[in-house]
């Protein structure tokens, strides 16, 4: 199958998209407590309450979705699960954030808007990458 017009721009996209969510994990994961605390001290709370694994979750989140991307310029059709990997750990990571912690009473409905823009990010790669699947253009 021929290779759409959109995909190199889209692929491309995608992991410049999944490089900054790699580079926002290792900000935040370099982050100290005093650090945090100088800019909010809410959320230092809220981040020291974060048990370990959540980071895990995170790095898995971020690193399946940058391979994701990487996987879908080479056109390989392990794009698909991985993508799939990336999205159910976006889901477990804000599930976290917002049902384990008191995030919300803390940063308000605005502590929403950029999880909810990478959970449409996430689902959006997903369904590209199923979509090139049958097409034809990933193998």
């Known amino acids: 199958m021929q290779t759409p017009r959109s995909f190199w721009p889209v692929g491309l996209a995608a992991l410049a998209w999944n490089l900054l969510g790699d580079m926002s994990f290792a900000a935040q994961y370099a982050m100290d407590m005093d650090e945090l605390a100088r800019t909010s001290p809410d959320m230092a709370r809220v981040y020291g309450q974060m048990p370990g694994w959540v980071w895990t979750?995170?790095?898995v989140a971020v690193g399946a979705g940058?391979?994701?991307a990487v996987l879908l310029l080479l056109k390989k059709a392990?794009?698909?699960?991985v993508y799939a990997l990336s999205l159910a750990a976006i889901i477990l990571l804000f599930a976290q954030?917002?049902?384990a912690t008191d995030m919300l009473a803390v940063?308000?409905?605005d502590a929403v808007l950029v999880p909810a823009l990478i959970f449409v990010a996430g689902v959006a790669q997903l369904l590209y990458a199923r979509a090139m699947k049958a097409r034809g253009v990933l193998a």
């Open 57 to 59: 979750v995170f790095a």
């Open 66 to 68: 940058t391979l994701g």
């Open 78 to 81: 392990l794009a698909v699960p």
């Open 97 to 99: 954030n917002f049902l």
């Open 107 to 109: 940063e308000g409905w």
